[in-house]
């Protein structure tokens, strides 16, 4: 339910989850649905982003590093986002100086939609062709699609969600595009274009060079170790650290030993 883009939807698989579990639902209904839904996202600030995919992708491009020293481990962080900010940068000035004004992934998302839009009925419903009817045609193998979703295009929205969310066209807006001849690359934001892209990797970085050359710091400081993060006997832990994120509610279930019966222990560890 989180993950659909319309609200309707999103309101009906809620209350079909709530005759399942009501005591969850309840629970569900103390937090505020702008933070876990996509159908409640105010304005499409997430542009579909649901997730921390994004910090969890960098804990694993830095995962090589947690065992090593902290200047070892500051060294290595400020090279990888040093490399991947020029490569990235480097690939939007590429595909501009082709002159393709959007990045690759949003052409390959918009050529789908093209090919559904391709499928749908559009009904206008005004004079000045502004709002429109889009159905969908229906697929009796996959038992998908025949849906009807309200557009207007004055309004840059359409009733499925999608683009809302996205803030780029969703296949209804390019078929009711297509009906009254619009270039419906007039509704895709522009942080999808690749010069917005370049921008966002145009940061300055310096190379460190000889670490000789640096001038000894005029600060006098005195590093007292904390002696509660003292690492622990045993191999170092080198996956994902858990924090806050992954606590969850006591259990009254306890480990039981399949050996010797006991609880608190499993058969490993007796």
């Keep these: 339910a989180a993950y659909t883009p319309c609200k309707h939807i999103f309101d009906q698989n809620l209350e079909k989850f709530r005759e399942l579990s009501p005591a969850i639902a309840t629970w569900i209904d103390r937090i505020s649905k702008e933070k876990w839904t996509m159908a409640y996202d105010r304005e499409g600030r997430r542009y579909g982003h649901m997730t921390t995919n994004l910090s969890e992708c ?13 200047t070892a481990l500051v060294k290595s962080t400020y090279s990888r ?10 690939q939007a000035q590429r595909q501009l100086n082709e002159g393709q004004v959007y990045c690759s ?33 229906f697929n009796p193998i996959t038992q998908r699609g025949g849906q009807k ?11 499925c969600g999608r683009y809302s969310a996205l803030h ?6 390019i078929a009711a595009c297509g009906y009254v001849s619009l270039n419906y690359y007039q509704y895709i934001d522009v ?8 921008k966002a990797y145009s ?24 002696p509660t993060t003292i690492r622990a006997k045993g191999r ?14 006591p259990s009254e279930h306890r480990t039981k030993c399949s050996r010797c019966g006991a609880e608190g222990h499993n058969r490993r560890r007796c």
């Design 236 to 249: 170092p832990k080198s996956t994902r650290i858990r924090n806050e994120m992954d606590w969850v509610e």
């Design 168 to 173: 780029y066209p969703c296949s209804h807006i």
């Design 149 to 159: 979703w309200a557009v207007n295009l004055n309004g840059r929205h359409c009733q």
């Design 203 to 226: 940061a300055q970085w310096w190379p460190l060079g000889n670490e000789a050359a640096i001038p000894p710091s005029d600060d006098a400081w005195t590093l007292i170790p904390d």
């Design 105 to 137: 992934k949003l052409v390959k998302e918009l050529r789908k939609n093209q090919e559904q839009a391709c499928t749908h009925i559009v009904r206008v419903y005004d004079i000045h062709s502004t709002r429109f009817e889009v159905e969908e045609s």
């Design 191 to 198: 942080v999808y274009t690749n010069e917005h892209i370049l």
């Design 81 to 90: 986002c040093r490399k991947y900010f020029v490569e990235r940068g480097r």
């Design 58 to 70: 960098i804990n694993k491009v830095l995962k090589d590093c947690r065992n090593i020293p902290i």
